[in-house]
Nanobody
Framework: VQLVESGGGLVQPGGSLRLSCAAS????????MSWYRQAPGKEREGVSCISRSDDRSYYADSVKGRFTISSDNAKNTVYMQMNSLRPEDTAVYYC????????????????WGQGIQVTVSS
């Protein structure tokens, strides 16, 4: 199984980025797909997830209304559109695939990407 993130980089405050996570080696449509992030000196936190059982998306309060997760099953890819970015969004972002629980409980996630840096700075 491989999860490969792309689309990170440096962006100014108020800008946008779209992260992609291409999955291989698993039955993509059966896994809950999520994005996490880890800022320097902080614990990793769940940002967004898309549940297969109820086809709903869940977001951390800090990103609601700014980030949108979506999934393309034909391409085995999950995306996260990030708008109105803030300096506090600076972190390494990880894609994860796991048990369809509708939660960010990390033990539910069997597979992780290598992470990609997002830096929001002027």
């Amino acid at each position: 199984v491989q999860l490969v993130e792309s689309g990170g980089g440096l962006v100014q405050p108020g800008g946008s980025l779209r992260l992609s996570c291409a999955a291989s080696g698993l039955t993509f449509s059966r896994y809950q797909m999520s994005w996490y992030r880890q800022a320097p000196g902080k614990e990793r936190e769940g940002v967004s997830c898309i549940s297969r059982s109820d086809d709903r998306s869940y977001y951390a309060d800090s990103v609601k209304g700014r980030f949108t997760i979506s999934s393309d099953n034909a391409k085995n890819t999950v995306y996260m559109q990030m708008n109105s970015l803030r300096p506090e969004d600076t972190a390494v972002y990880y894609c994860a695939a796991g048990y369809d629980s509708g939660s960010f409980y990390e033990p539910h996630y069997a597979y992780w990407g290598q992470g990609i840096q997002v830096t929001v700075s002027s």
